[in-house]
């Protein structure tokens, strides 16, 4: 069973930052593919960003390129999600996923096997 525990969330105003942390391991940050979702009210589950495994290689949705980046810890086996420029529609509840196996379409949600709880994140105008 894979375990992620998700931290950082709160209040921001716009323009400001945010940094989110999901505490797997060490084995699990380096041997699956991690990932960033986020849910607003009434609407679907949405892909922020990706991180392969071994390289780390990043992929982020149009929606947040520039302004936000994947990151990991290899040694305490943490993943990152750093939020500049925030706007108030970057309002949401954030997700830490993982999954064991490469897939071309990675921002499916359905491709992910394990979640975490998902930290609210509210950024006023």
């Known amino acids: 069973q894979v375990q992620l525990v998700e931290s950082g969330g709160g209040l921001v105003q716009a323009g400001g930052s945010l940094r989110l942390s999901c505490a797997a391991s060490?084995?699990?940050?380096?041997?699956?593919?991690m990932a960033w979702f986020r849910q607003a009210p009434g609407q679907e589950r949405e892909f922020v960003a990706t991180?392969?495994?071994?390289?780390?290689?990043?992929y982020y949705a149009a929606s947040v390129k520039g302004r936000f980046t994947i990151s990991r810890d290899n040694t305490n086996g943490t993943v990152y999600l750093q939020m500049n420029s925030l706007k108030p529609e970057d309002t949401a509840v954030y997700y830490c996923?993982?999954?064991?196996?490469?897939?071309?379409?990675?921002?499916?949600?359905?491709?992910?096997?394990?979640w975490g709880q998902g930290p609210q994140v509210t950024v006023s105008s």
């Open positions: 991180i392969t495994r071994a390289i780390g290689s990043t």
């Open positions: 996923a993982a999954t064991s196996r490469y897939y071309s379409d990675y921002g499916r949600r359905s491709r992910y096997e394990f």
């Open positions: 060490q084995r699990i940050v380096t041997t699956y593919y």
